[in-house]
């Protein structure tokens, strides 16, 4: 049984920089796309990056440049460290991961319905 489990997060003032991370179990090959969602209150789930086996990555425009996601295969974990922080990134983060064996869509990535398994999430908070 694939599980997701965030941790990391918390609070920090504009400008500042917090790291979420991402433990993953369950899986018996280490071909998946996984990722990193967001959900600010009040609006919809959005995309933020996602990374794929070969180390590729797609980023949201809003994240591009602040934001770095990277994962340890053999470990089965997923960072995703963000700094220069903006009140806007404030947002529950959520783990999701595509089913083993699916690479990470390059054409139209971060499409959250491709995404299977998700993590319960972890609370970012960006004061300003």
């Known amino acids: 049984q694939i599980q997701l489990r965030e941790s990391g997060g918390g609070s920090t003032p504009a400008g500042g920089s917090l790291r979420v991370t991402c433990s993953a179990s369950?899986?018996?090959?280490?071909?998946?796309?996984i990722g990193w969602f967001r959900q600010a209150p009040g609006k919809a789930r959005e995309g933020v990056a996602d990374?794929?086996?070969?180390?590729?990555?797609h980023y949201t425009d809003a994240v591009k440049g602040r934001f770095t996601i990277s994962r340890d295969n053999a470990k089965h974990t997923l960072e995703l460290q963000l700094n220069s922080l903006e009140p806007e990134d404030t947002a529950v983060y959520y783990c999701?991961?595509?089913?083993?064996?699916?690479?990470?869509?390059?054409?139209?990535?971060?499409?959250?319905?491709?995404?299977?398994?998700w993590g319960k999430g972890t609370q970012v908070t960006v004061s300003s």
């Open positions: 999701a991961s595509k089913n083993p064996g699916s690479w990470c869509n390059t054409v139209n990535p971060l499409q959250e319905r491709e995404y299977k398994y």
């Open positions: 369950g899986y018996i090959y280490e071909t998946y796309c």
């Open positions: 990374i794929d086996t070969d180390g590729t990555t």
